[in-house]
């Protein structure tokens, strides 16, 4: 089944305590993103990469790190988490053909700082 | 540069009637957009997509969507509500890597 998974699903942690949260897809795709969801402003994108060893910053990357070493994953890293930073965090996959392909998003993670 | 803007942030419809969510865009070209919808604790699902092919898109679950460029529009439609359209709806526009999301409509059915 084609699909975009994240890991944790869940995670409670502490100001300053450093934490990955893992996302991978199985269907080849070049490009990959994080978003951020808080209410009501939509989803704001963080970081995104077009192919390996390619990332940029989306228009809230301040405070996030990410690495794409490999085709299939691309993990966000927080080094110093803050109660802001507390938020749904979606993955997402495209194939880069053209603008017209949708991206395809994982299940989420809920990240709460305290 | 691209937008998009919902502009309802919250829609209240009786079951069996027809549902309206608007969305406005801005772009300096043709846009790419899409409409998601996102149930309770899930993820993104894509509805559907205007892909300059035809005005009128039809997508998943009798929903569809109408581009006019005149009016910088394409607002989403469902003749007739169930309660499972209970949900948040995004509108999104596209370039190749970067989507813009509106801030999203809730839409309740009542019984």
């Known amino acids: 089944?084609?699909?975009?998974?994240?890991?944790?699903?869940?995670?409670?942690?502490?100001t300053g305590k450093k934490l990955t949260v893992t996302c991978s897809q199985n269907m080849n795709h070049e490009y990959m993103s994080w978003y951020r969801q808080d209410p009501g402003l939509g989803?704001?994108?963080?970081?995104?990469?077009?192919?390996?060893?390619?990332?940029?910053?989306?228009?809230?990357?301040?405070?996030?790190?990410?690495?794409?070493?490999?085709k299939r994953n691309f993990p966000l890293i927080l080094e110093s988490p803050s109660?802001?930073?507390?938020?749904l965090y979606f993955c997402?996959?495209?194939?880069?053909?053209?603008?017209?392909?949708?991206?395809?998003?994982?299940?989420?993670?809920?990240?709460t700082v305290t | 540069?691209?937008?998009?803007?919902?502009?309802?942030?919250?829609?209240?419809?009786?079951?069996?009637?027809?549902?309206?969510l608007r969305c406005n865009y801005s772009s300096s070209y043709s846009p790419s957009l899409f409409w998601y919808v996102q149930h309770?604790?899930?993820g993104l699902q894509l509805l559907l997509k205007y892909t300059s092919a035809a005005t009128l898109v039809k997508g998943i679950n009798g929903f569809e969507a109408e581009f006019k460029k005149s009016e910088t529009s394409f607002h989403l439609t469902k003749p007739s509500a169930h309660m499972s359209?209970?949900?948040?709806?995004?509108?999104?526009?596209?370039?190749?890597y970067k989507l813009s999301f509106g801030a999203g409509t809730?839409?309740?059915?009542?019984?």
Do not use: W
């Open chain 2, 40 to 42: 309770p604790n899930k």
């Open chain 1, 43 to 70: 989803l704001r994108q963080i970081y995104y990469s077009m192919n390996v060893e390619v990332t940029d910053k989306g228009d809230v990357p301040e405070g996030y790190k990410v690495s794409r070493k490999e």
């Open chain 2, 85 to 96: 359209d209970a949900a948040e709806y995004f509108c999104v526009s596209s370039n190749d």
């Open chain 1, 83 to 87: 109660p802001n930073q507390t938020s």
């Open chain 2, 1 to 20: 540069a691209q937008s998009v803007t919902q502009l309802d942030s919250h829609v209240s419809v009786s079951e069996g009637t027809p549902v309206l």
């Open chain 1, 92 to 111: 997402a996959s495209k194939d880069l053909g053209g603008r017209f392909y949708e991206q395809y998003f994982g299940p989420g993670t809920r990240l």
């Open chain 2, 106 to 111: 809730t839409v309740t059915v009542r019984a």
């Open chain 1, 1 to 14: 089944e084609a699909q975009v998974t994240q890991n944790p699903r869940y995670l409670i942690t502490v």
